[in-house]
């Protein structure tokens, strides 16, 4: 009688497992998640039960496959799943809160699943949220330009005056870089900072890209701040696109980088590097092509070339191996299909007005 209960347990956790909205892991989207929360109801990977477990207090896990499931427990997966969770934890989630996938840092992907479970910030409408009222302060750990150190600077981010700003001390009345917030794209970068947490600001400073290198040890403070840059920029744009949609507002936000890494470069009459090419849409005569102009010269030790055509030019550049090409070639074409936004004219005319 044991064994038979058992095989009805096992085959009735597989038809809940089987169904279509447990097919992604409910907390970065992973398919096919082999874990599940016996306590929360639902289906999650690998990487995201570690984090479970680490709030055992809210969530309690076993893996699908290799461990015993009890009659009461499928019962409850069986009841909720996915989409009953995320009717319920994710039902008022801001525009501009960012909803890390499987390929986000561990930071992250731990903050979003704390914040849906154990502070259950999305659960009830128009939540004050602590990155939402459009003023933040806090010190933050930032990298030196010269040295490589981190040392503590007092940061500001104004939804009122539209930008962040840092001081060299904490007593400064004036801020050493005051930067508007529709330059701005923030995105985390532990393994290039050397940190876990470590987050990269990139801003447009005369039309030039600058880079600011940041951490907190607190999790949960470095993604509140992530999060309040995001609040405060969706302000900004649906003040400047006033009939745009949630939707359209979103897709304006902060972007993840499409690609970082090394290349060769060279070009006609190329005599010094310029240290940025505008990459604009296809409609406006920008493309990418596999290989370089036939004839073209130039002491190449990378074998792998490309040709960044614009309509003023050509760039060519050199990777090191054929699926480096094929990433980078895949990459820009991404950026070369989307439509250019009214920032993008005015940078795009900077570019060749400085050319």
Sequence with gaps: MMAEKDDKNIKALREVWRRPENALCA?????????????LGVFICLRCSGIHRNI?????????????????????????????????????IPIYYYQPTHDDCHVLREQWIRAKYERKEFTQPGRQLP?????????????????????????LLSEREGCLKYFAKQDAKEPKINIKIDTINATFQPVKIGKPNGLQI????????????????DGKEIVDWFNAIRSVQAH????????????????????????????????????????EV?????????????????????????????????????????????????????????????????????????FKLSS
Aim: hydrophobic share 30%; with cysteine; charged share 25%.
């Design 131 to 155: 990155y939402s009222n459009g003023l933040k302060e806090g010190i933050l750990w930032k990298q030196g330009r010269d040295n490589g150190q981190f040392l503590p600077r007092k940061f």
């Design 202 to 217: 990139t801003y447009l400073k005369d039309n030039k890209t600058r880079n600011i290198f940041l951490y907190h040890e």
């Design 56 to 92: 055992p207090g809210i969530s309690k896990v076993k893996s699908l496959r290799m461990d015993h499931w009890d009659e009461a427990q499928v019962q409850f997966l069986k009841q909720h799943g996915n989409a009953v969770a995320k009717a319920m934890y994710e039902a008022h």
């Design 27 to 39: 907390d970065c989207g992973k398919p096919d998640p082999d874990w599940a929360s016996y306590t």
């Design 236 to 275: 900004y744009l649906k003040v400047a696109f006033p009939v745009a949609s949630d939707n359209e507002i979103k897709s304006r936000l902060m972007r993840n980088f499409l690609k970082e890494g090394y290349m060769e470069k060279t070009g006609p009459k190329d005599a010094f590097a310029k240290g």
């Design 278 to 350: 505008f990459v604009g849409s296809g409609e406006h005569g920008y493309s990418v092509k596999q290989g370089l102009p036939p004839g073209t010269q130039g002491g190449f030790s990378w074998h792998y070339g490309l040709t960044i055509v614009t309509p003023d030019r050509e760039y060519l550049f050199t990777c090191e191996t054929e699926s480096e090409q094929q990433d980078w070639i895949a990459a820009f074409s991404r950026v070369i299909e989307q439509p250019m936004t009214p920032q993008e004219y005015a940078i795009e005319a900077y």
